[in-house]
């Protein structure tokens, strides 16, 4: 399992970004995706999850109608598009392989992408 996310970066409160997740060593397609985070001193956080087909999404309080998840799973890849952010989203961001219960799971995770929001 090889996952490798980008797009991450520093970003005013209010801005947005746009991370991704190249996926391979295994079947795309045929596994629910996740993203995660972890804030310095907190433990990690599951943020948003997508069904295999992309038609169900799945989202942690905090970020509902700010965040958007979505896969295009001919190129193999997972996106997060981060609307309205806020200082409180500044962590380290995970792509997952995997559903809900993932953040328990860092075998399953990419290297991470840091995302700061900050004034």
């Known amino acids: 399992v090889q996952l490798v996310e980008s797009g991450g970066g520093m970003v005013q409160p209010g801005g947005s970004l746009r991370l991704s997740c190249a996926a391979s060593g295994f079947i795309f397609s045929s596994y629910d995706m996740s993203w995660v985070r972890q804030a310095p001193g907190k433990r990690p956080e599951w943020v948003s999850a997508?069904?295999?087909?992309?038609?169900?999404?799945y989202y942690e309080d905090s970020v509902k109608g700010r965040f958007t998840i979505s896969r295009d799973n001919a190129k193999n890849t997972l996106y997060l598009q981060m609307n309205s952010l806020e200082p409180e989203d500044t962590a380290l961001y995970y792509c997952a392989r995997g559903g809900p219960g993932v953040e328990y799971e860092p075998e399953y995770w990419g290297q991470g992408t840091q995302v700061t929001v900050s004034s």
């Open positions: 997508i069904e295999t087909d992309g038609d169900s999404t």
